[in-house]
C-alpha cells in the first residue's frame, strides 16, 4: 500500500506485529496467557476463538486501546507499548461499524482522514483518496447518502473504507460481519479478502465461526482461554488440529474417549488400530465427520477400524445429510454425507450398523491445554 507517511516502511523479517510472551489481567481474571505470535505482511489472518477466549482484549491490546501487565508488542520492528493507540497507525473496525448517523458516507469516510494524526492534506487530495476508497469498497453512486439510509453490508463497507483511507499499516477487524446475515455475510467474505489484495496491507480478523476462520484467513490463529491453541494454514488446522479443544471447535470431529494400549487405541471395548500413537497422555480418538463410511454389520474378523452402532436420526441440510449414531457406551457419532458425492444413504431407526474409516483418517489427540506458539 502506498502511504504518504512512509509508515509502510522498516519491516522485519516480512512480519508487522509481534507478540512476545504478552499477557492481560483484570484482577484475578487472565484474560492474555503469555501470548507470543508473529502476523505476517500482507496476509490475512483470522483469529478464531469461543465466546470469552479473549479475542476482542486481544485486539484491543493490540491496537492500544488497553495496556499490558506482561510482554512485549512490536509493530514494524518498532516496540509500541509506550506508544499511545492514536500513533500506532492501526485500523479498527468495530462489530456495529460505530459510523457517525448525522454524516454521509463521505463525510464518514473523509472524518478518519482528516483527523489521523500527522497526516496534513489539502481538501481536495482528501476528497481524490476519500473517492478512490469508496469506488474500491463499491459504494460509488451512493456518496452522498446518509449512513441511516443505506444497507447494512453498505455500511460495513463504509466502516471499512473510513478505516483503509488512512493507510493504516495493520488493519484490526472485530466480528466485522457479525451484524449482517448470513447470504450477506458470506458475500462480504469474498469482498474483504478482494479489498485487503489489492491493498497488500495485513488484516487481522476476529471470529468466532469456524467456517469464516477457515475461508478468510492465509493464517488462522486458535485462541482458547487466553492461550494461543494453534496457528497453521486454514487447511492444516482443519485437517491437524493439535489437540481435542481445537478439533472440538471446528465443530467437525467426533471425539471419542478412550487411551492408547501397545500400537492401537482402547475404547467401546475394542481396539482400534492406529497409524499414529499421538502425543504422550492422548485420550482422545478423533475422527472427522465427513471421513465415516456406513455399513452393514461385518460378520468376522476386523480388517480395518469399525465400530458398531446403532441409527439414531439424519438431518437434511440441503448439499449434506448429517447421521447420528449411538456407540454402545451411549456417546453419540456424527456421520456427515454431502449428496455431491453420491446418492444419500438410507438408515433405518433403531437398526444396528458398522462405522469403518481408513486408518490414516483417525487422529489421536492429548484433551489439551493450549499450546505455546
Ligand atoms: N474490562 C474487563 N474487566 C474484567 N474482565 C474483562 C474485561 N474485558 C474482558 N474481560 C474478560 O476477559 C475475558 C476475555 O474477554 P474477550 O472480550 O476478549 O472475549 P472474546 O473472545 O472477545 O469473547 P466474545 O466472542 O464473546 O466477544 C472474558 O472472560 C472477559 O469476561
Given at each position: 500500500m502506498a502511504s504518504q507517511t512512509g509508515r509502510n516502511e522498516g519491516a522485519v523479517g516480512g512480519s508487522v506485529l509481534r507478540l512476545d510472551r504478552v499477557s492481560k489481567f483484570y484482577g484475578a481474571k487472565v484474560a492474555l496467557d503469555d501470548v507470543s505470535l508473529t502476523v505476517p505482511d500482507n496476509a490475512y489472518v483470522a483469529l478464531l476463538g469461543a465466546?470469552?477466549?479473549?479475542?476482542?482484549?486481544?485486539?484491543?491490546?493490540?491496537?492500544?486501546?488497553?495496556?499490558?501487565?506482561?510482554?512485549?508488542?512490536?509493530?514494524?520492528?518498532?516496540?509500541?507499548?509506550?506508544?499511545?493507540?492514536?500513533?500506532?497507525?492501526i485500523g479498527f473496525v468495530f462489530q456495529n461499524?460505530?459510523?457517525?448517523?448525522?454524516?454521509?458516507?463521505?463525510?464518514?469516510?473523509?472524518?478518519?482522514?482528516?483527523?489521523?494524526?500527522?497526516?496534513?492534506?489539502?481538501?481536495?487530495?482528501?476528497?481524490?483518496?476519500?473517492?478512490?476508497?469508496?469506488?474500491?469498497?463499491?459504494l460509488s453512486g451512493l456518496e452522498g447518502r446518509a449512513v441511516t439510509a443505506i444497507s447494512g453490508g453498505q455500511r460495513q463497507r463504509v466502516a471499512l473504507a473510513r478505516t483503509l483511507v488512512t493507510e493504516p499499516q495493520l488493519v484490526l477487524l472485530d466480528e466485522p460481519l457479525g451484524a449482517l446475515d448470513a447470504n450477506l455475510r458470506s458475500r462480504m467474505c469474498g469482498e474483504l479478502r478482494r479489498i485487503r489484495e489489492r491493498l497488500g496491507v495485513t488484516f487481522l480478523h476476529v471470529t468466532g465461526s469456524e467456517t469464516e476462520a477457515l475461508a478468510m484467513g492465509d493464517q488462522v490463529i486458535v485462541l482458547d482461554q487466553g492461550r494461543i491453541a494453534q496457528i497453521g494454514q486454514p487447511d492444516e488446522v482443519y485437517t491437524r488440529p493439535l489437540d481435542a479443544r481445537v478439533a472440538r471447535f471446528l465443530n467437525c470431529y467426533n471425539l471419542i474417549e478412550g487411551r492408547v494400549e501397545g500400537r492401537g487405541f482402547a475404547t467401546e471395548g475394542r481396539l482400534l488400530p492406529c497409524a499414529q500413537i499421538g502425543p504422550a497422555g492422548a485420550e482422545i480418538y478423533a475422527l472427522r465427520q465427513d471421513l465415516i463410511e456406513v455399513a452393514p454389520p461385518a460378520q468376522g474378523p476386523n480388517e480395518g477400524p469399525r465400530l458398531p452402532v446403532t441409527f439414531v436420526a439424519s438431518e437434511y441440510s440441503g448439499p449434506s445429510i448429517t447421521s447420528?449414531?449411538?456407540?454402545?457406551?451411549?456417546?453419540?457419532?456424527?456421520?456427515?454425507?454431502?449428496?455431491?458425492?453420491?446418492?444419500?444413504?438410507v438408515f433405518e431407526p433403531g437398526r444396528s450398523y458398522d462405522l469403518t474409516w481408513k486408518v490414516d483418517d483417525a487422529l489421536i489427540l492429548a484433551r489439551g491445554t493450549g499450546a505455546r506458539a
Open positions: 465466546s470469552g477466549s479473549g479475542k476482542t482484549v486481544l485486539l484491543r491490546t493490540i491496537a492500544g486501546f488497553e495496556t499490558l501487565d506482561r510482554g512485549v508488542i512490536t509493530l514494524k520492528g518498532k516496540p509500541v507499548n509506550e506508544v499511545p493507540a492514536h500513533r500506532r497507525a461499524f460505530a459510523l457517525f448517523p448525522h454524516l454521509s458516507v463521505v463525510d464518514n469516510v473523509a472524518f478518519g482522514l482528516k483527523n489521523a494524526p500527522g497526516v496534513k492534506l489539502d481538501a481536495r487530495a482528501i476528497d481524490t483518496k476519500v473517492r478512490a476508497m469508496i469506488e474500491l469498497v463499491g447420528f449414531f449411538k456407540l454402545p457406551s451411549g456417546a453419540v457419532i456424527t456421520v456427515e454425507n454431502h449428496l455431491s458425492h453420491r446418492d444419500p444413504q
